[in-house]
Structures are given as structure tokens and as C-alpha cells.
């Protein structure tokens, strides 16, 4: 028996350890959403953070210039709508006086840069150099001065690493906002569509994206991007609306996370009605 | 096993900072070659096809754990490159197949199956047309790590060579 299994091994020794390596694989792969898996992630990711952080800085400086342009055309641009929504403002704030509305608090933005890149053109991933010592926790949403980024996925004390949305893991409520429709956005590996649009609905190219307040993760409307086409197959019952986002995700480098958390009440409220 | 097998250990770190810094800055419509898979499959021929497979399998859980990707898809699809890489390491084919232009049909062939699967766990959606993924996600990929698998290799020991 032991000399069969020496010759086996020394046979095979090669096929044993793919396979025994790739069941360990698969197991891990199971265990992605373990608690002790995520936190191992957590310390692994912020430890190497640190060093590609000083590495991505030498890097930044270089496209700053060309940033700063591109700011500079948005802070006028902002300007003038600024002035025009100041006007606004003020009757907005006599209305609710008058109505007795709560009056919404503006959120919080939490800044931060852009340390490393992991581009793949299914799971798109960015870390960041801001972490649970700067209040960032998994599931904020992360905007620029264009609009929509990501979300969130994990924290460690100095670094957070974000789904950006070219990563088909993550799917966002979205909604038109000159039509109202709600939809689901998602990034299939080429494009960003928003699936299942019946065909009476109300969609036209030009339309602007925002995210929905009925979004379990993104609560608040963040612009995310303009409709560009509209598939409307013959033959089928639902339309498939083409996305063009305004953040060019590839380039994006200093950024803002936005500080907000689902409110737990809420979410409790929800889960007990549906029981 | 001797000092000189720890060297890829070592490197990987290095090859990572490059990977997540510099090279996204060459990337082509999101395509970006693959550094880590070019020293496992270099390692793999150089040292055997165990070496190989257990090397793929240690950057694949690095690299999930250090670039937030599934945790468990970079592991396998890195273990199968280096298996695969194995194959043209002995000691008659190794100087044939490191030192020429041979070397980028091997880190192709790696590229491919390293992708694709990687790509499978990736891509699970029924609408996406297969032979569409495989194209995208995985020669196109595979055919810009190959292009620098040869300028970081081979380019560098011909020029060493004459």
C-alpha cells in the first residue's frame, strides 16, 4: 500500500498539488463574505496602500495640470448655475417655512486620492487613501466634481478600496430625472445599461441619470450619466438603455466620499413589513 | 531548494507597485497587461512545474487580497497558468524556451487560460454572448501581456547576448 502510494505520488505529484491548490481556491472563493476573510483583506490591502500611495503621488503630479484646467471650466461653469440656484434657494426656503417642511442637512464630503488601480474590465477597483480613522465606512458612495464613482467595499483604518461602476458586482438604482422612471444600471463588461425597461416607458436620448432615492445603497440623487442609445428590439417585451457616465473612471484621481449611512430604522422598518 | 527560489517571492511586491501604479498608465481601453503572470511563468519554466504551481497560486491569493478582486479567482486562474507553464520546463527545453522568442508562446498560451478563467468567475451573466467574453476579457489581454513579455525578456538578453 505504501510503496503504491510513493509510486503514486512520485508519478503524480504535480496533478495532486493542482488539485489540492485548486480546491483550496475554490473554498476561498466560497468564503468571500466571511467576516475573519474580510478583515485578513482589510489589513492586507491597507499595509501595501501605504507603500503605492507614495509611488501613485509622483504619478499625480504630472496629469495635475490637466486637472486643474478641467477644474477651473467646472468652477465657472458652477458659478453661474450657483447664482442662477441662489435665486432659488431663497424661495425654496421660504416655501418650506411656509409648508413646514424638515429642512434636508447637507451631507458630509470626506476628500481623498486615488492610491492604486486594479483595472479589469469586469471588476474595476480603486483604493484610496481614506479610511475608518477618517470616518469612512463600507458603503458610501464615492462622487468627483462630475458625478457618480462607486460604492465602498472595505475599509481598513488608513485606506478604503471602492467598486467603481465597471465592476459588474455592482448594480445601482437609477432613475430619469426629467421622466421620474426607476431602473437598475449595471456595467455587463462593455457598457452600462439599465435592464428591464418596459417599452411604454418614457426614456429619450439626452435623458440625465441620477441615482435613486428608492437605492438601497445610494440614497440621495448623485448624477450618474446621460442616456446615449436605446435598443428597442421588436420582439421583445423590455428596452435596453445604453448609459454614457460623466465620470471617466479610468482618469479619476482626487475624489470625495460622501458620508452617509443607510439609516438602520429605516432598514429595520422595511425588513418587518416584508416578513 | 536554494536562495535563488525565493527571489519571485521577493519580487512580488515590486512587480505588484508596478502593476497597480505605472501600468494602468498604459493601459489600452481598460486592457492592461499582466506582470505577475509573466515572472510566473518564467519562474515556473526556470524552477519546475510544482515551483510554478504553488508560485501562481501564492500571487493569485496576494493579488485578491491586496487588489480587492474575488477572493479565490486570481488564486485558481494563476495555479492553472503556472501548471500550464510547467509543461516547458525540463532541463533539455528550458534554455529553448526562456531565452527566445518561444517564451511569448508560452506566456500566451498561460495568458489565455489565466484570463479566461479568471474572467469566468467574473463574467457570470447569461446575456453576455461567450465568444464575446473570450475575445474581450481574455486574447485581447492575453495578446498585450505576450507583447510585453517579450520586451521585458526576451529584447533585453538578445541585446545582453550580442
Not at chain 1, 435592464?195 to 440625465?208: C, H, L, Q, S
Not at chain 2, 531548494?1 to 519580487?11: F, G, S, V
Not at chain 2, 508596478?18 to 519554466?45: H, N, R
Amino acid at each position: 500500500m505504501i510503496k503504491f502510494l510513493s509510486n503514486a505520488w512520485s508519478n503524480f505529484k504535480e496533478y495532486v498539488i493542482l488539485c489540492l491548490l485548486v480546491i483550496l481556491s475554490l473554498i476561498l472563493l466560497s468564503q468571500n463574505q466571511n467576516q475573519k476573510v474580510q478583515k485578513v483583506r482589510a489589513i492586507a490591502f491597507g499595509s501595501f496602500s501605504t507603500v503605492s500611495s507614495v509611488f501613485s503621488n509622483l504619478f499625480n503630479t504630472a496629469r495635475i495640470t490637466e486637472e486643474n484646467e478641467e477644474l477651473r471650466k467646472a468652477n465657472a461653469e458652477l458659478m453661474m448655475q450657483i447664482s442662477k440656484l441662489r435665486e432659488y434657494g431663497i424661495t425654496n426656503e421660504q416655501l418650506r417655512g411656509l409648508v413646514g417642511l424638515k429642512d434636508s442637512s447637507s451631507l458630509p464630503l470626506i476628500p481623498a486620492t486615488v492610491v492604486s488601480k486594479s483595472l479589469s474590465l469586469t471588476q474595476h477597483t480603486i483604493t484610496l487613501n481614506a479610511g475608518l480613522k477618517d470616518s469612512v465606512k463600507p458603503g458610501m458612495p464615492v462622487i468627483n466634481y462630475s458625478g457618480m464613482i462607486g460604492i465602498v467595499h472595505s475599509s481598513s483604518d488608513d485606506f478604503s478600496i471602492v467598486r467603481t461602476l465597471k465592476n459588474v458586482d455592482l448594480k445601482l438604482t437609477v432613475k430619469n430625472e426629467r421622466s421620474r422612471i426607476h431602473g437598475i444600471m449595471k456595467w455587463d463588461g462593455e457598457e452600462f445599461i439599465i435592464v428591464n425597461i418596459p417599452k411604454t416607458f418614457d426614456f429619450e436620448i439626452g435623458d440625465r441619470i441620477i441615482t435613486s432615492e428608492l437605492s438601497s445603497i445610494v440614497p440621495v440623487p448623485l448624477p450618474v450619466g446621460l442616456v446615449q442609445e436605446i435598443d428597442d428590439v421588436e420582439t421583445e417585451v423590455f428596452k435596453r438603455v445604453k448609459v454614457k457616465p460623466f465620470v471617466d473612471l479610468l482618469s479619476v484621481e482626487n475624489l470625495f466620499i460622501v458620508g452617509i449611512v443607510n439609516s438602520t430604522q429605516k432598514q429595520n422598518l422595511e425588513l418587518n413589513f416584508y416578513r | 531548494m536554494n536562495w535563488r527560489h525565493l527571489i519571485p517571492l521577493i519580487i512580488f511586491f515590486p512587480l505588484l507597485l508596478l502593476q497597480v501604479t505605472i501600468i494602468p498608465l498604459i493601459s489600452i481601453e481598460s486592457i492592461v497587461p499582466d506582470l505577475l503572470l509573466i515572472a510566473v511563468v518564467y519562474s515556473s519554466i526556470l524552477y519546475g512545474q510544482i515551483y510554478g504551481t504553488v508560485l501562481g497560486s501564492v500571487y493569485g491569493i496576494l493579488f485578491d487580497l491586496i487588489a480587492g478582486s474575488l477572493l479565490g479567482s486570481s488564486m485558481l486562474s494563476k495555479t492553472v497558468a503556472g501548471f500550464i507553464a510547467g509543461y516547458y520546463s525540463s532541463e533539455t527545453k528550458r534554455e529553448k524556451y526562456l531565452n527566445s522568442y518561444s517564451f511569448t508562446f508560452v506566456v500566451f498560451l498561460c495568458a489565455l487560460s489565466d484570463t479566461a478563467i479568471y474572467s469566468f468567475f467574473s463574467s457570470w451573466d447569461f446575456n453576455i454572448n461567450l465568444f464575446r467574453i473570450l475575445f474581450n476579457y481574455s486574447l485581447l489581454p492575453s495578446i498585450y501581456t505576450t507583447v510585453l513579455s517579450s520586451i521585458v525578456i526576451i529584447i533585453p538578453y538578445k541585446k545582453s547576448f550580442n
